[in-house]
C-alpha cells in the first residue's frame, strides 16, 4: 500500500513539474515578402453579353463610289488609250484588269489592291455575272498560252470567291495570245498583253 502511494505521489510531482510547451501563435499569418517583382492587380473580367457590342467599335468597311457603267465606261474612254490599257484593258469599268509576270498564273503583290477593289464591286452589285477571260502575250505556242491564259483566269476567279464573291457568277474563259490588245512586239506591249480582264456579260435574272 506503501509503495503504491509512493509512486502516485512521484507521477504527480513529475507532471506539475515538467516545462509547459510554448503555446502557438494564433492570427493572421504575415504577408510574404516578394523580391524585386510588383504584385499585378488582377485582369478585370470581360465585359457582359449584353456591353459587349457598346465597348467594342468596329469600323464599318468603306464604302464603293456609287457610278453607273454608263458613267464609268465614260470616264475610262476620255482617258488617254495606253493609261486606259493598263488601268482596265478589256474589262468593264470600273473593274479593273489583272496583270501577270511573264511566263507565270500567280497573283502579283501590287495587284492585290485591284483585286480587292473588283471583288467590293462585285459584292455591292450581285446582279452582275462576270466572265473573267485569261490572255497572254505572243511568246510560246498557242496550246501553251491557252492553258497559261486560262490558270490566270482560275487563279483571279479563286481569289474573288476567297474575297466573298459568288462562284456561280464567276466564269472563265482563256484566249491564250489570240486577243492582243497593244499591238508592239517588245516587252511594253508584252506586258499590257499579259492579263485578265473582268467583262460583266450579263445581270442575274
Known sequence: MKKILFLGVFLWLAVSCAPKPKEV??????????????????ASPPPAKGDEKRTRAVAPPPSFKEETLAAAEARAA????????????????PLKAIFFDFDDYRIRR???????????????????????????DERGDRDYNLALGEKRALEVRRFLINLGVSPERLS???????????PGHDEASWAINRRVDLVIVNKNP
Open 110 to 136: 501590287d495587284m492585290l489592291p485591284r483585286l480587292r477593289e473588283d471583288a467590293r464591286f462585285l459584292l455591292e452589285h450581285p446582279e452582275y455575272r462576270v466572265e473573267l477571260q485569261g490572255n497572254c
Open 25 to 42: 501563435p494564433v492570427g493572421p499569418l504575415p504577408s510574404p515578402q516578394v523580391s524585386g517583382e510588383e504584385v499585378q492587380p488582377p
Open 78 to 93: 476620255s482617258m488617254p488609250l495606253e493609261e486606259r490599257w493598263k488601268l482596265y484593258g478589256r474589262s468593264t469599268p
Open 172 to 182: 472563265t474563259v482563256s484566249f491564250g495570245e489570240e486577243r492582243p490588245l497593244a
